[in-house]
């Protein structure tokens, strides 16, 4: 199957993708990423029910955009750097709601494609740190871009923290957690670079990083509970042995 070009990926993106195969394919992932990953999200009720959002989460793995859709009632719509969109895997991400972006260089194309999906009243989600960060154990530097699509749109934009999708030694099954935060309103905000970036630095990350480190602390709560029950059984089969 021939590549599509950069243009025609993004011509498609902006008119549409079915939602049909779109609700086939959810339907079929949702049990299995519930039986691999033992998914918990929070605060989805923070999500608009109608109208354009932009949620904005941090970045560790491919499938970060996928498990934000499976927990999500909306369709989300998400940029991919455009190596990815080749062949059938490339429509299969079309398909998915994905959008091609050119790393390294100012991309007109998808920032234009953005601001279509959420000018039809979609959900995107935007990586503030423009890139997967590979540390389980910090985050990024975000940008602006995020916060500055989401000011020129009209939308709000909701902090979101995923945690358990960054690359392991031990196998599965793993618990992946995600925290949706309250919407961040941008109606009365100016789309300046300067007003992007204070709302990114002042508001929007700081609850990304504190959400982040609160998620990734409650999976050394749970080892902990599932090591003292295991050690109250050993225990008390070592009773019943004397």
């Known amino acids: 199957m021939p590549d599509l070009s950069h243009e025609e990926a993004h011509e498609i993106a902006r008119r549409g993708t079915s939602k049909v195969a779109w609700l086939l394919v959810k339907v079929l992932m949702m049990p299995v990423l519930r039986l691999l990953f033992m998914m918990r999200a929070t605060g989805r009720e923070n999500i608009p029910e109608h109208g354009p959002a932009v949620i904005a989460p941090n970045h560790k793995s491919f499938w970060d955009a996928f498990f934000i859709s499976a927990v999500t ?43 279509a999906i ?21 985050l990024g530097t975000p940008r602006r871009g995020a916060a500055r699509i989401a000011i020129e749109a009209g939308a709000p934009i909701i902090p979101t923290a995923i945690t358990g999708t960054e690359k392991r030694r031990w196998p599965l099954p793993r618990r992946v957690q995600i925290a949706f935060g309250e919407p961040v309103p941008v109606d009365d905000l100016t789309a300046t670079p300067e007003l992007a970036q204070a709302l990114t630095a002042q508001t929007l990350w700081p609850t990304i990083d504190e959400d982040y480190r609160r998620l990734k602390s409650r999976p050394g709560v749970i080892a902990a509970g599932v090591a003292a029950v295991g050690l ?7 009773r019943h042995r004397q």
């Open 73 to 115: 009632r909306r369709r989300i719509f998400f940029m991919g750097k455009s190596e990815l969109f080749r062949g059938r895997r490339g429509r299969l991400l079309l398909l998915l709601g994905g959008f091609p972006v050119k790393r390294g260089e100012s991309d007109a194309e998808a920032i234009e494609t953005a601001k």
């Open 118 to 138: 959420l000018e039809r009243g979609d959900v995107l989600a935007l990586f503030p740190e423009g890139t997967r960060v590979s540390d389980p154990l910090s």
């Open 232 to 238: 109250g059984v050993l225990v008390h089969r070592l």
